[in-house]
């Protein structure tokens, strides 16, 4: 389930981005224009303190300071990145400023022409996995269902736990000496007489499940006979799915009730939106 979502996430931030509006290159296109006006401001303003000032040394520095003091917030311009300028025998500001309000427009059009083609893979952090770190819950599946377990915090204290468990015919529980697929839910089998076999053939009772040791002793599954109508519905709509999977059969104990298909597709999702 865990690569399922890290995969479906990817998927949806690249169609989200790429697709028809290519709403990456809108974004991009939209910074761009911030911080094109930001830059000419910075210019404008950079140039007009430091001719203000009246002490004539170094001008070239103390506009440089101002103009990567102005841009602080906006970009990471490290003043470092400058010195070059300052070693070219630039002495005139007005000089200085024009030629930088000349080479903009330029600059601006060459990363337009590049944003048409941005992809995913100039972010030096993926989108998909910043968002899928947001849903960083726990991935522990129920050993019986393969329910994942609801708990928001990867690696939390105490038990799993899943509100609603499924259909164990889902993972591919059949009843001993037939190969009759489990309707059941684990929480109707917890409240119920019947066992369960784990490694060396032992047999434990659903009840004791916690007695079969990990990971079972590390679920909390109260019994509970009910069962959401989405998963009766969910076996009577890919019974064949499921029964070619795993090679068995909804029969005998695992025959799937006559009500349960009669359940239609917006009785089952009507329900999972309550
Ligand atoms: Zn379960
Ligand atoms: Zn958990």
New binding site residues.
Partial sequence: PEQFFQWYIERRVESYCLGESRRLEKFLDSSLDVLYGNILSAVASSTQRVKDRKDQKDKISLWLDEFCRELTELINLPRSDLKGLEHQEITDIEFLSKAMAEALPAMENELREEFAVADLSWFEMKPHTILAEQFL????QCPFCGAV???T?WG?DG???VLFHRPRALTGGWWDKTDHLVIDICSNLVASKCKFEVADARWIRFKRYRDAGPPFS?WKILPDPSMQAYWKWFVSHFRTEIETWHGKKFQGRGEIPQAWQRITKEEALAELDK
């Fill in positions: 819950g726990c991935w522990e377990c609801t708990n915090i939390h038990d799993h736990q590390n």
